[in-house]
């Protein structure tokens, strides 16, 4: 089993449409979520983070988690044509103190937003 | 501005070179970070540096080195026993434990190939 799995892709969604982006991970002892967009030959750049269950909301980004599912979520809302890209989650797995930055990648879902 | 320059930006080795990819920030950040992606993959961990003049192994180290001489610079070897080193190398940073030590900054990446 991966230690962070994202739903398959690519995802394909309708201008204005919401965009669900799905990840699982294997550390239940995980206390930080993060969300990267990244571009076709670009670096990730952080969209979202998220350390409580529930939901946490900026702008149209929705982020949600559900540690005792092991499972976060991002939502776009109002997708646009600008919003396609590979969306990476990543988790901090509990390693103790040390780990601090040590981010665990899924493998990144691929999100098109046709007009 | 603050950031991280990755150099450089394309590079090509042939078979039994050593190469080395330059990785400088202004951001006065304690930890850095090299990672490597492959197409359709996610970021795996090579190495890590939370202070300078000491790093560690991160998941895929064999093949690689690095160095941390200096607290802005964390300059990344693909020695010659990095056997299928061709991939999307990418520098980060993040800040002292605290609120800021999860959330990466990344640099705009270096994309080696090998001939």
């Known amino acids: 089993q991966k230690e962070v799995e994202q739903n398959s892709g690519p995802l394909s969604v309708p201008e204005g449409a919401i965009a669900s982006l799905n990840c699982t991970y294997s550390?239940?002892?995980?206390?930080?979520f993060f969300w990267y967009r990244q571009y076709s030959g670009k670096s990730p750049e952080l969209i979202m983070s998220?350390?409580?269950?529930g939901d946490k909301e900026d702008g149209r980004f929705t982020a949600q988690l559900n540690k005792a599912s092991q499972y976060v979520s991002l939502l776009i809302r109002d997708s646009q044509p600008s919003d396609s890209a590979t969306y990476l989650c990543?988790?901090?797995?509990?390693?103790?103190?040390?780990?601090?930055?040590?981010?665990?990648f899924g493998q990144g879902t691929i999100l098109t937003v046709h007009p | 501005d603050g950031g991280i320059t990755q150099s450089p930006k394309y590079l090509f080795r042939k078979e039994g070179q050593n190469v080395t990819l330059s990785c400088e920030q202004n951001?006065?950040?304690?930890?850095m970070y090299w990672y490597r992606q492959d197409p359709g993959q996610g970021l795996r961990l090579i190495y890590y540096?939370?202070?300078?003049?000491?790093?560690q192994k991160g998941d895929i180290a064999e093949g690689y080195s690095v160095s941390r001489e200096k607290k802005e610079s964390f300059p990344l070897t693909v020695t010659s026993a990095q056997k299928n080193p061709t991939a999307f190398y990418l520098c980060?940073?993040?800040?002292?434990?605290?609120?800021?030590?999860?959330?990466?900054?990344f640099g705009a990446g270096s994309r080696l190939t090998v001939l």
């Open positions: 990543a988790v901090l797995p509990n390693a103790g103190g040390t780990s601090y930055g040590k981010l665990t």
């Open positions: 540096s939370q202070i300078v003049n000491d790093f």
């Open positions: 550390d239940r002892g995980s206390q930080s």
């Open positions: 998220i350390y409580s269950n």
């Open positions: 980060a940073s993040s800040d002292a434990p605290g609120a800021g030590a999860n959330v990466l900054t």
């Open positions: 951001l006065n950040h304690d930890a």
